[in-house]
């Protein structure tokens, strides 16, 4: 039993990874630098760990419950699985109660399109006026 769960896991878990083998990365070196990279690359590590995070907690509770079921009436496992399952609503609550607090503060720090390079109002891809006297 624990082997064939262990298998689903993995295939559960490798899955996604065959699904978007084709898919370009901002963040590899093959994608080329540019200076909006950065922000990319953070904004995908982002996206990619809530996602992570939501998926272990799912795990989490589907075990919490298969311990909940198979208690057969012993107190500590029961217990066990009720905690597991506390455990991961309260982490997903924290997970997304903490994106829901920073888009509500501001809309740019979940989204990380307000990172350019733009220094000083002199963006490096503007050209100098061609009127400038010598």
Known sequence: MKKTIVIITLILLIAPWFAQAQAVNPCSIASGITPNSLPRCVNQI????????????LLMIIIGGYY???AAGNAERSSKGTEMIWSSV?????????YL???????????FQAFT???????????PPSDVRN
């Open 46 to 57: 982002y996206i990619w760990s809530l996602g992570v995070g939501s998926l272990l907690a």
């Open 90 to 98: 309260i982490g997903l609550a924290l997970l997304f109660g903490a």
């Open 117 to 127: 390079n733009d220094i000083g109002g002199f963006n490096n891809t503007q050209q």
């Open 101 to 111: 607090l920073l888009n509500t503060i501001n809309p740019d720090l979940v989204n």
């Open 68 to 70: 909940y079921m198979t």
